[in-house]
């Protein structure tokens, strides 16, 4: 996530931390060099102009040139005003009214409308035990409807009936009664999208939200678009009045200029994330989280909340407990294997860690990627229990079952038995003086030390 603007800004914030002390024409020549790196993540020209206007005066005063740590002053001042860029306070989504509370979901066409839908569901279920009743008012785009409700099946929740050939209008009618007669705590509306903003468009959805009167009325925006979805933003701003934003494909955006200019832009604050193509990948978004992520310092509270959400304790207290005993065994490390999994595999822990750059750099020479996790959970699968508990009784022709088994070869065999034997040792020292307690496989947690 915002990798290419994470790497300058840790390059240049990093030089500038270095220096013993600083002048005024250090810090105008960082400020310059910050300029450029938000230019060049697409972030709003107004919104950096008004950034760099407002960090020079305390950038540039006595305080920090006479401050016996002015690198370390520099960063906290870039990373207030970054807080303040993203919108200052985290803002829950608003389910203040009597149930059943509506949310009504905008955008244009391939911005993910309808897979965001189903996610916002599942975290409102989730994490606030919510009632939920998902509608499609999309009868324009093929199958639309479908898609909601095969998506809603796979994933245990409530979708309205289709009826054919009724208009959107009547939709949201028969969707708040049938909601009011179960018991729904909040109707999701997914509105219809188009390829561009038309006024026809714009008047459906009028119509829609004075029949459901949404308590929120949230704009689906594609993260990867940059200032066209800040634009995008402010259209729908104007003819609907949009109450907040849901940017997806987050985790495939260099850049940031899209979140970065939202805010100061629209005034809309975004409140959600979209991070991945599972249906828990949407997270709720924190400014200042998203602010030490942009600059390197990682976001370790969302890496907490992460575990304590995918992973089973129970089973990590288990494996501990054999750790301390000794007794670590290849069905232990596909525990860990699969943990790390639900977490978003190595990519999706690596993107909340300090350093993330440093960290992936390391990988890279280390020849780890998220194919090693792959071939090793298959190799192990292809072992029989005794040899998952035992691996000394793996001899030449076990490992040659073994290698047709999984598709690998002898090679990568081996070397997973050798690195499993040190993980082994390594894992019993760290069961002593401290290790990995949130899943993470013992290899990788070495390669981070």
């Known amino acids: 996530m915002f990798e290419n603007l994470t790497n300058k800004l840790e390059g240049i914030l990093n030089n500038l931390k270095k220096a013993p002390s600083l002048n005024q024409a250090q810090v105008e020549t960082g400020l310059k060099e910050i300029r450029q790196a ?16 407002d960090i020079k005066p305390k950038a540039i005063g006595q305080e920090i040139i006479r401050s016996t740590s002015p690198g370390q002053m520099l960063v906290k001042i870039v990373y207030d005003q970054l807080v303040e860029v993203l919108g200052s306070k985290t803002e829950g989504i608003n389910l203040k009214a009597v149930p059943p509370a509506s949310i009504l979901l905008v955008g244009l066409q391939g911005s993910g409308k ?13 994490n606030l035990n919510k009632k939920i009743l998902l509608v499609s008012l999309d009868i324009y785009r093929p199958a639309a409807q479908e898609q909601l409700k095969v998506l809603c099946e796979k994933n245990s929740l409530n979708a309205l009936p289709i009826i054919k050939d009724q208009v959107p209008v009547d939709i949201a009618q028969r969707a708040l009664n049938a909601a ?8 999701i509306f997914d509105t219809a999208g188009r390829t561009q903003i038309d006024l026809s468009m714009m008047s459906e959805i009028k ?24 634009n995008l933003a402010s ?7 949009l109450t907040s934003i849901i940017l997806t494909r987050v985790d495939g955006d260099g850049r940031g200029g899209a979140a970065l200019s939202m805010k100061q832009t629209t005034g809309k604050p975004i409140k959600f994330l979209g991070v991945g193509e599972k249906i828990a990948d949407l997270e709720s978004f924190h400014p200042d989280r998203l602010a030490n992520r942009i600059l390197g310092m990682g976001d370790i509270v969302s890496l907490v909340e992460k575990a304590s959400q995918d992973l089973d304790e129970e089973k990590i207290k288990l494996t501990e407990e054999k750790i301390k005993k000794g007794n670590f065994t290849f069905d232990d490390y596909l525990l860990q294997l699969r943990q790390m ?26 020849n780890i990627d998220e194919k090693l996790l ?11 229990k005794k040899e ?13 079952r073994i290698s047709l088994g999984s598709g690998t070869d002898v090679q990568t065999i081996n070397r997973l038995l050798k690195q499993f034997k040190m993980m082994s040792k390594m894992m019993k020292k760290m069961s002593k003086g401290g290790g990995p307690q949130s899943g993470m496989p013992p290899e990788l947690f070495n390669q981070l030390k």
């Open 38 to 53: 938000l230019l060049a993540a697409d972030v709003a020209l107004p919104v950096v102009k008004k950034f760099i206007e």
């Open 341 to 366: 999994k639900k977490m978003g595999g190595m990519e999706g822990v690596l993107s909340l860690l300090p350093g993330v750059g440093k960290v992936k750099e390391q990988m890279q020479n280390a």
């Open 388 to 400: 998952r508990s035992n691996p000394d009784i793996i001899s030449g022709s076990r490992r040659k």
């Open 207 to 230: 119509n829609i939200k004075d029949a459901v009167k949404p308590v929120e009325t949230m704009l689906v925006a594609d993260s990867l678009t940059g200032q066209i979805a800040v």
């Open 235 to 241: 259209e729908f701003d104007k003819a609907i009045n």
């Open 114 to 126: 309808t897979t965001t839908a189903v996610k916002l569901a599942k975290n409102l279920e989730k």
């Open 374 to 384: 792959i071939s090793n959970e298959a190799i192990i699968l292809s072992m029989t």
């Open 180 to 187: 009011n007669l179960a018991g729904t705590d909040v109707i």
